[in-house]
């Protein structure tokens, strides 16, 4: 797909959509990563609602949901934030997963939003659930509460918990890799 400074014309979105909704796993995954990128003024609020649309349908596959929720993180919008808050109890956890790393986006691009989700993000701070792949939940509240809260406590804690996913044998290297993106700045 070209997008970027390219226009979603309407036969193209409905043929997108029209897949995005009965397409294979495949195809509705591949479709919710590439129509995320269409964030121009005037594709941007067919493709959120499209996602957004993805993110609340209980029937569609648990992959396909979580993705949803990651690429919403590229259109932060008061409708964006209400979505993630529906969903942030969702019984799969990575949707879970996906739906705090919008959050904390949100609330790290648009900080008016940040007394929502503050409270949100704690609620997730005893959830284990992990994203095949991913590390915990509990572990993305607690990285994105120390960036939005700041303070020598939060990044201590933080830092706590990378050296301990770092030192674990069991931690995957999607988790190694993932923690040591986000967690640079504070091991340097």
């Not at 195809?27 to 594709?43: C, K, P, S």
């Not at 739906?99 to 691009?109: D, E, I, P």
Request: aromatic share 8%; charged share 25%; glycine share 4%.
């Amino acid at each position: 797909m070209n997008h970027g400074s390219i226009h979603l014309t309407r036969p193209a979105f409905e043929i997108l959509h029209s897949t995005l909704r009965r397409g294979t796993p495949e195809q509705r995954y591949w479709i919710v990563n590439e129509l995320a990128f269409f964030t121009n003024d005037r594709d941007r609020y067919k493709v959120r609602h499209a996602l957004i649309e993805v993110l609340d349908d209980a029937n569609a596959p648990a992959e396909v949901r979580g993705w949803a929720a990651e690429r919403l993180h590229l259109h932060t919008s008061q409708e964006t934030l209400r979505a993630c808050l529906r969903v942030i109890e969702d019984p799969i956890p990575l949707v879970r997963l996906w739906t705090t790393y919008t959050l904390g986006v949100v609330a790290q691009f648009q900080p008016v939003f940040r007394e929502a989700v503050i409270p949100a993000l704690e609620s997730r701070l005893t959830d284990e659930g992990v994203g095949q792949g991913w590390w915990s939940v509990r572990r993305e509240a607690q990285s994105w509460l120390s960036s939005l809260r700041g303070g020598q406590e939060e990044e201590d804690r933080l830092q706590a918990e990378v050296r301990a996913i770092l030192s674990d044998p069991a931690a995957s290297r999607t988790s190694d890799n993932a923690i040591l993106v986000l967690a640079y700045p504070l091991l340097a």
